[in-house]
């Protein structure tokens, strides 16, 4: 699924681990990546962060989409930063699943705490 994602793969995301029901996504900052006042720009953030949801959820071989997200942004990011975005199943329940996803820094700073909701379309992923 990734390796068709065109908006994850032109923000520079990359897959670094993944396993049933988790994830491990990073996206390194560039400038272009940065708001008005030198921040990465929020939307961005959670896009990372939606990015290793849907990895995570996708793991059981069955077409599964958002069915919505909350994110809370902690601290801010800059150009260079390399972000982490860590995925974990919390509960799946049917054709519903509940997922976490933590964002930070390489020094440990967590930037963003995400939860989405997911829904299975119930197809296999061709």
Do not use: Q
């Amino acid at each position: 699924m990734l390796s068709r994602d065109a908006a994850s793969r032109g923000l520079g995301i990359e897959l670094d681990d993944v396993g049933p029901g988790w994830a491990v996504l990073t996206m390194r900052v560039r400038d272009d990546m940065v708001n008005g006042y030198a921040l990465l720009h929020g939307g961005l953030l959670a896009s990372l962060a939606d990015s290793a949801f849907a990895v995570a959820c996708n793991t059981y071989g069955e077409v599964t989409v958002a069915a919505g997200f909350d994110i809370t942004f902690l601290e801010s990011g800059k150009a260079g930063d390399l972000l982490r975005a860590h995925a974990a199943e919390r509960a799946r329940r049917g054709r519903s699943g509940l997922y976490d996803v933590t964002v930070a820094r390489e020094d440990g700073t967590v930037l963003a705490e995400f939860r989405g909701r997911s829904r299975s379309l119930g197809r296999p992923i061709e």
